[in-house]
């Protein structure tokens, strides 16, 4: 086979040792590192010595991280998905993955991911935290719920948020010894005062002295949580500053909150340069139906793993977006789930948010709604044919006008 990069290294990366082969016109040379900071100098020095050009290395969980810090402009390094480069089972060892990793280097055989730059991959720690600050939170609220059913108190079922402004001050007056359901109905707010019957039946129950002793716990871990997404977010929103007006643009989405759009900026980043398609970007994110086709029969549509905090976050907006009215998303949910599937309908609107987001950064523009009728109007004899097969089919004769 050519060889494409005559002078390149594979490494097999641990946590505490990493293996390098070195493939150049002169041979092959091997060397084991470990991976404190001062030894992986050493491995750039050894590198930069023997004149090489290339590095490449399996995505081993945050281990790849630490290398990647220290030769990253030194060296053009790619990180390469473990799936892509599995060897021939057998006669498996450090030195032979790193070997196989740098033969496959050489020839051109192996695609690196997509990396960003140090700032982007700073702000994607900081959002991804949040996130899971966020995920952690909502665990609190369920175990919250889990202790009030334990103690027969109904609040859920019929207050739509337990920590809401009128949840919370029931909690707190529980937990300070308050038992009538009365007192603790009338504490209501807002809409949730016209269900003063069902409240005061929900909140008959048998809290006990270690139900309160764990709710109090549980409010003040509630309270630290929101104190560190506060902080996280004022954090991140000093970081926006050169993506604020893409942000505000996406904001415009329906169903994409400031929250979910600084997500996806922080993952896919503001420029769309290195994603040649809208298509090549749909496929990074697995939004996009998967191709598993042999005899010519089509096996598998599965989407299959992929980032798994772009598409999340995606997949939330697209909940919020089915749930608007009169819009092009909407009515895009509605035309799919009755033949595919609620999921199935969920990820193409994830995957229209995403395509949407792809040419709105890249052409500088903002959202334009298509409207609720755009498949009516786009197939519109075929809908008038439909309708009056229909109506036939129940014994009536319809005639059409222009309105």
Not at 75 to 80: D, E, G, H
């Amino acid at each position: 086979m050519e060889t494409v990069y005559p002078r390149c290294c594979g490494l097999d990366v641990h946590k505490k040792m990493v293996t390098a082969c070195v493939l150049t016109p002169d041979g092959q040379e091997t060397r084991t590192f470990a991976t404190m900071t001062a030894d992986l100098l050493k491995l750039g020095d050894w590198l930069q010595e023997r004149r090489v050009t290339h590095v490449a290395m399996e995505s081993t969980g945050v281990y790849w991280k630490p290398v990647y810090n220290l030769l990253e402009g030194e060296f053009s390094v790619l990180i390469v998905n473990a799936q892509h480069i599995k060897a021939v089972p057998g006669r498996k060892t450090d030195v032979k993955d790193a070997e196989w990793i740098a033969d496959l280097l050489r020839h051109g055989l192996v695609r690196g991911s997509f990396i960003p730059d140090r700032a982007q991959r700073e702000l994607r720690e900081v959002t991804r935290y949040r996130r899971s600050l966020i995920q952690q939170r909502a665990q609190e609220i369920t175990r919250i719920q889990k202790v009030l059913e334990g103690a027969n108190i109904k609040l859920a079922s019929v207050a739509t948020d337990v920590v809401g402004v009128s949840g919370r001050a029931m909690l707190e007056a529980m937990i300070s010894g308050e038992e009538d359901p009365k007192v603790l109905a009338e504490m209501a707010k807002g809409r949730l005062r016209n269900k003063q019957a069902s409240l005061e039946q929900a909140l008959d129950g048998l809290l006990q002295p270690h139900h309160r002793m764990v709710l109090s716990v549980q409010l003040s871990h509630l309270d630290f949580l929101d104190k560190l997404i506060a902080r996280l977010s004022e954090d991140i929103a000093g970081r926006m500053g050169p993506y604020e007006e893409t942000i505000q643009r996406l904001d415009t989405i329906p169903g994409m909150g400031r929250e979910t759009a600084e997500e996806v900026v922080a993952e896919i980043g503001a420029d769309m340069s290195r994603f040649p398609t809208s298509a090549h970007l749909a496929s990074w994110a697995r939004l996009s139906p998967g191709n598993n086709e042999s005899a010519g029969k089509r096996k598998s549509g599965r989407t299959g793993h992929g980032n798994r905090w772009l598409r999340p976050a995606l997949v939330q907006a697209a909940w919020a977006a089915v749930r608007t009215k009169n819009t092009y998303l909407a009515s895009l949910y509605h035309r799919i789930a009755p033949r595919r599937g609620r999921k199935r309908a969920i990820i193409a609107v994830a995957h229209a948010i995403l395509v949407a987001i792809y040419f709105m950064i890249r052409r500088n523009t903002v959202w334009h709604d298509l409207g609720e009728n755009y498949w009516d109007n786009r197939h519109r004899d075929a809908v008038l044919h439909r309708a009056l097969r229909r109506i036939n089919s129940l014994g009536y004769v319809a005639t059409l006008a222009p309105a």
